[in-house]
DNA sequence: CTGAAAGCGCTTACAG
DNA sequence: CTGAAAGCGCTTACAG
C-alpha cells in the first residue's frame, strides 16, 4: 500500500478508531441501535444484537471513553492528590484507592504535590480538577492539606486526613486514621516497660502546629506523670531517622524512643548500633506503620500497624458515594490502629548495671 | 433559595461548569475568541482578551479537558499499566513517569495488574486502552509482559522490559535496566571475596524461562569456574526472603547469597540471624535495587543500584516522543546499574576455624 | 424494537 | 482581528 492513509492522525502512527457509525454501518443498522447494543440496553431484537456484535469484533470497534464521558456527563475516574507515592502509608492508601475504584470499574488517576507553594498546589488541583470525576486528596502534609483546602467547591471530594477535628475540608466527607490513639497506645506500651519517659522523633507535620501522633505521645506521658521531652523534628525516610538518632545517642539518659515511622526507627537504631547502644539493651524504639520490613529487621520492629489500603478503600467508597445517588454515603470512617509488640522494646534495664 | 437548581446535575452536587458561551455572553464575544484566548492564540486584540480573561476569572471558568480531548483528538494522557504500585522498583518507576509526565502537562493514570489471567489481563488492558493517551507497560513480571503483548496495535505504548532481547512488544519501543550486567557484577563481587559459589534466591520472574538476572549469575559463575547451585524460587517481599533464608540456612556451605531485591535480601538475613549464621561473618549477601533503607539496615546491605525514577522519566520521554511530533524519538535508553558494597558482605572466612 | 434529532463543550478550518 | 459552521464520538430524549 502506497499512498496517503486518511485513517492517520496528525501524529501520524494512530489510525482513526472505528466508531459506532462504522460498526452501524458493517451491521446495517443505525448507529442509535449500537449504542443501544453497547449499554446494554435491553431492547434490543437478539438477531440484531448479533449483527451488531459480529461488526463490534470485526471492526476491532472500542467505544471512546472521551466521548461516553462528554455526552454522558458521568465519567467514572477518581484523581488521587498527594505529596508522595512511594512512602509506606501514601503508596499504601493508593493502592487501596485502586483496589477499591477498580472493581467499580472506575479509571484513576494521580497528581503529586511536590512543594507546598501556593500557586504550585493551585497548579496540580487545578490540573486535577480539570480531569473529569471526583478527587481524593491525601492531607497528610502541608501540601496535601493546602490542596484540599484548594479544591473547588463544586468538585466531589474526599479528603484522608489526620485528624477529624476540625478538617481543613469543612463540611466534606473525610477519613481518618486514628494516630492520635496510636501514638497514645506505644507511648504507654514503652513506659510499661519501666521507662522513665519516652523520646520522640516526629515525621515532617501536617501543619506547623501539634501532628496527632505528638499530641498521643504527649497525652500519654503526661497522664503517666512523665517528664515530657522536646520532640526531635525528623525528615522523611531513614536518612532523617539516623541523623535523630546520632543526636538522641548522646543523651545517656534516653533509653525509649518513639518514631512517626518505621522508615524513621530503622534509621534511629542503625544510628544507635553506630554509636554501640543496643536495642533494646539499652534503649527501646518503636515505630509507626508495621511496613512490610519491620518484622523481618533485626531486632525486628516494634510498630503500630494501620490499615492504610483499608483507609484507601473507605476513602474511595465514600467518595463513590459522593458521585453516585445510588451508592450510600457512609459516615467518615476511621480505621483503628494496633500495637505489634516485637523485639525492639524490652523492659529498662536497672539503672547503673549492665546484665552479666 | 428554593426549588429546583437547573444546574444541578444528576447527582445533585454539581453545578453545571461555565462553559466558553458563558464566558462569550458575559464578555460579549462570541465563543470561538473566547477559545482563541485560552488558547493564546496570537490574533486577539489586547482590549479583547483582557475583557475574556475578566469574565473567565469572574464566572471561574474552568476549560474542560474532555471536551478539549475529544475536539482535538490529543488528550495529553498517559495511562501506567503495572502489577504493582507499592515495591520498591514499581513505585520509583511510576514516580519517575510522574515527574515527567507533569513536566508536560500530561496526566497521569494507573491500572494494576492483579492476576496473569489471560481474561483478567485483557479487561485491564482494554481499560487502559479507553483511557485516551499513550501507555507505559511495566513488563518485569508475567502480567505485564502479557498486557504488553496485548496491547492492541493502533495505540501508541511504551515497554519497561527487562531485557531487550525479542522484547515482548515486538518493534515497539522500550525501555531496559542492565539486570543481567547487574547480577553479574554483584556475583563477580561476591566471587571476588573467597567464595566458592554465589547461591541465588530469585524473586518472580517475568517468564517461565531464565531471567535477565538469573543469566547474569549463571554467566559469572561460569567464568570463574564456579560450582552452580540450583537457584531458590523466592515469592515477593521479606516474607519471601525469609523463607528462602531458612532453606538455605541448613546446607553450612553456603556462604554467599545473591538475591533478586533488597526485600528479599532483607529476609534471608533475618533467617540467618535466627539460625544463628553471622552475616557477613558467616554468611555474605546482597541484594537489588538500593531501597531507601538498605543503607541502613545492620548490617547495611550490599546492593546493587538501580535508577528506577531515571527508568521512568525515559519511558516517558520515549512516549512523549510518539505522541508528539515535535518530540524526537530517541533509541531505547539503558540504565546501567551500580555496584553498591556495604558491610552484609565480607571475605570468606577460612574454612573450619571461627575467628577468636 | 429501531431510527432521526439535538446536544455534551470544545477545536478546527473557513470566511470576512 | 473576529464570527458562523461543522464536527469530534458518543448519549439522551423524542418519535414511530
Redesign the pocket.
Known sequence: MTGHNPGMNVTGHTR??????DV?TAA?????????V??D?????????ERVLAAIDELG????A???A?????SRAVTVLTANTTHYGYASILQGIEEAARAESYAVGIGVLESADEAAVATEVRRAADASGGLIVIAYDPPGVKALAAVPADLPVVGVVETPTSPPGGDRPWVWTDDREAAYEATRHLLSLGHETVHYVAIPSSTRRTSARTTGWRQALKEAGAPEPRPVQGRWGPAGGHAAGLKLAQDPQVTAILCGNDDLALGVIRALHETGRAVPGDVSVAGFDDAPHSAYLTPSLTTVRMDFTGLGRSAFALLHGVLEESAPVAPHPVSVPELVARESSGRRRPAGGRPA
Chains 1, 2 share one sequence.
Open positions: 482513526r478508531s472505528v466508531s459506532i457509525r452501524a446495517g443498522v443505525s448507529y442509535q441501535t449500537v449504542s443501544r453497547i449499554n440496553h435491553p431492547s434490543v431484537k437478539p438477531s440484531t444484537r470497534f472500542r467505544r471512546n472521551t466521548a461516553l462528554l455526552a454522558s456527563g458521568r
